[in-house]
């Protein structure tokens, strides 16, 4: 794994405008059948899904953007099939949400906010849960996985 120091790059001039790209968080997620759309712009409207859906699943993590959790299928920038995933995932948790493991006890979770020199905020309806980079992406390889609709 790499440093926190490593984990950023600058794209501006003085280090103002760091870039994440959050490559191994985003893998992690991927490969348990999710995908992490920015939802940053949304304010947490629900009207707002649709909008973050068609821009695609994000393909890197930027300082101070929020990102939500949503369910991987064929077609990830149309709105239907991503909620009828959704569904699919809900049906398989009997409407619960689907849980990381976060220091031995699982938590519900909703997506991921990034803080900045490789901190990771895990967004749960329980609170926030901090954690280094390292560590956020252990919590997302506990992820119920879509593809065998089970937590392994």
């Known amino acids: 794994m790499r440093s926190s120091a490593e984990i950023f790059k600058n794209e501006g001039d003085a280090g103002v405008d760091m870039v994440y790209t959050g490559r191994e ?5 991927n490969d348990r059948g999710w995908n992490l759309y920015d939802s940053t712009d949304t304010q947490g409207d629900p009207a707002n899904a649709d909008g973050i859906i068609i821009m695609g699943p994000a393909e890197k993590l930027e300082v101070g953007r929020r990102y939500v959790l949503l369910p991987d299928c064929a077609q990830p920038t149309n709105p239907q ?6 569904k699919s995932v809900a049906d398989a948790l009997d409407g619960k949400m689907p849980t990381i493991q ?13 803080i900045g020199a490789g901190e990771i905020k895990v967004n749960t309806p329980d609170g926030e849960q901090f954690f280094p980079y390292d560590a956020a992406i252990v919590a997302a390889r506990t992820l119920f996985n879509t593809g065998t609709m089970e937590h392994d």
């Open 25 to 29: 968080l985003i893998t992690a997620v």
């Open 81 to 86: 099939k991503v909620f009828g995933a959704l």
């Open 102 to 114: 976060i220091g031995g006890r699982r938590h519900d979770v909703t997506g991921f906010r990034i």
